[in-house]
């Protein structure tokens, strides 16, 4: 909670590393002269709708896209797996599908069996436990030439990869691992797992081993990628790849000073709300309220607090922005 002084805010509480406060009355704030006493803001003017939210539903909209995305740095880190590896190990219960160009008769679909073998036409059991597809296609390819025809064209498709999973934890509808059947994008992977529940934070993590033995968290806006439909975002899931959905976490305001309700309230960390919407939850101003002198005490990452004049009138009429995260307040787990 805040206390006021005869002039300034001066203390927050250990539970608040940064809060908002109405300035109080002129007897106990300095204020301009021509400081309006007389009008009072009720909670529906303070009240300012959210601009350009999209609402989706079991999904936690993010007022103003304030949430930071990934770096491109970040990204290409975290896929470059792909790019050095385009094809994953062939594995046991993956599944395969075998072409061979002109002769239909070997065409084949097959299931890899436990021990990480197959079983083909000419060539019987053969073990595959192992090869990329492009690997598996020149084995097929050389032992088909050697024994049995000139020059033959092989493809090998890995239609499900049974084999590969990917874990979907958090605040999902289904957590559980789930096979990669086929290629998967993380919006693919999410529907399966049954969606994110409305408890679901603004900012999922996609969690990937990387070849040097150490792992990779790379931070997806969950409004940029289900409400903004971010297509950079819509990553291409790997096998072994961890996809983590916290909940959301509360964070506290603190309003004090000429208001009808003053105190702490409690929001969510991905719906920050603006300073209007803070009084508006207080009750609204008092008519003794110094609309020109408001404070904020803000403390930083760092430690350092800082104190934000605000004009509450020249917002009440547009003239300056109400925007959350900019004139609201974070607890001290947010600012780390």
Avoid: C
Wanted: aromatic share 2%; net charge neutral.
């Amino acid at each position: 909670m805040i206390t006021m002084s005869q002039r300034k805010n001066a203390w927050v509480g250990p539970a608040a590393l940064l809060a908002t406060a109405l300035a109080i009355p002129a007897w106990a704030v300095a204020a301009d002269e021509d400081t309006e006493h007389a009008h009072r803001l009720t909670p529906a003017e303070s009240a300012a709708p959210e601009q350009g939210a999209v609402p989706v539903p079991g999904v936690p909209a993010l007022a103003g896209g304030t949430l930071p995305g990934p770096s491109p740095e970040a990204t290409e880190a975290l896929l470059a797996p792909l790019a050095a590896s385009a094809e994953h190990p062939v594995g046991p219960e993956d599944l395969l599908e075998i072409s061979v160009f002109e002769i239909p008769e070997l065409n084949r679909t097959v299931r890899v069996s436990e021990k990480g073998t197959i079983s083909l036409p000419l060539l019987g059991e053969m073990s595959v436990k192992g090869l990329t597809a492009m690997q598996l296609e020149s084995r097929l390819r050389d032992e088909l030439s050697r024994r049995y025809l000139q020059d033959p064209q092989v493809s090998v498709f890995i239609r499900d990869y049974g084999s590969k999973k990917v874990a979907v934890i958090g605040a999902v509808g289904k957590p559980g691992v789930y096979a990669m059947l086929g290629a998967r994008t993380l919006l693919q992977v999410l529907a399966e797992a049954g969606g994110l529940v409305k408890e679901a934070g603004g900012v999922l993590y996609v969690i990937r081993a990387m070849p040097e033995g150490d792992s990779r968290r790379l931070p997806v806006n969950v409004n940029d990628l289900l409400t903004n439909r971010d297509p950079g975002l819509n990553l291409p899931v790997q096998p072994g790849d961890i996809i983590s959905v916290p909940l959301d976490r509360p964070t506290y305001v603190y309003v004090d000073g000429a208001v009808k309700t003053p105190g702490r309230l409690e929001e969510l960390a991905s719906r920050p709300i603006t300073l209007l919407q803070a009084i508006a939850k207080a009750g609204g101003t008092t008519e003794r309220a110094s609309l020109k002198a408001i404070q904020i005490l803000r403390r930083g990452s760092d430690g350092t607090q800082s104190e934000i004049p605000v004009n509450l009138k020249r917002i009440r009429h547009g003239r300056d922005p109400d925007r959350p995260r900019d004139l609201l307040l974070r607890s001290q787990e947010e600012t780390r």
